[in-house]
């Protein structure tokens, strides 16, 4: 059972639902009148856009976006897949999974800028600002969460867990996740 190597339950799918409604309401608000161009990171952020789109209240297109990332002394990021549309004049906004170091939002932004967008933006589900490498603009974050590894609701751990519902740590027999989320004031759950 690949289950019995998880850790702690960080966020609970009721919690995550809520969340991801509030972020889709603050979408439709600022968006009203607009179109919005939404790019979806593949593959940790299929879920996160699923739901949140189907909460939004205003007209939108959906492209999707791969990349693949190799450290090689640096992180050498690629795109394995564009988008179909054109973002030329458009609201694009940048749907992804977790932002990090923010390389990869940082390479996103720089390639899109290119393609003269009348807008970008990005919205995430989970931040972890401690671990940015590079500074990049996160207008919508459901959750922000410290420096802990995590999986489920599309965040995988070497292609597990993506399917979770609910967002959990790995079993991590040091104890230091526990005592991160203990100082927040959450974990104790499987
Ligand atoms: P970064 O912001 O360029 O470091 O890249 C973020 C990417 O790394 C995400 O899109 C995830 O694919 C992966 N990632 C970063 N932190 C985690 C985590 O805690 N769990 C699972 N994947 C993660
Ligand atoms: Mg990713």
Known sequence: MIESKLGERVFSTPDIQQRVQEVAHHISA????????????LRGAAYFTMDLTRHLTIPFDLDFMSLSSFKTGFKKIE??????EEMANRDVLIVEDIIDTGLTLNFLFRVME????????????????????????VKY???K???????GYGLDFR?????LMEVSTLFDPSGR???ILKQMGKGGTK
């Open 30 to 41: 600022d968006y009203s009148g607009k179109r919005p161009l939404l790019i979806s990171i």
């Open 114 to 137: 290119k393609r003269f967008p009348a807008s970008i933006a990005a919205c995430t589900f989970l931040d972890c600002p401690e671990r940015r490498f590079i500074e990049v603009p």
């Open 145 to 151: 969460i410290p420096d802990i590894f995590v999986v």
């Open 79 to 84: 795109i394995d897949k564009d988008v179909s």
């Open 177 to 179: 996740s526990t005592q």
């Open 141 to 143: 974050s459901c959750f």
């Open 159 to 163: 292609g597990d867990y993506r399917n």
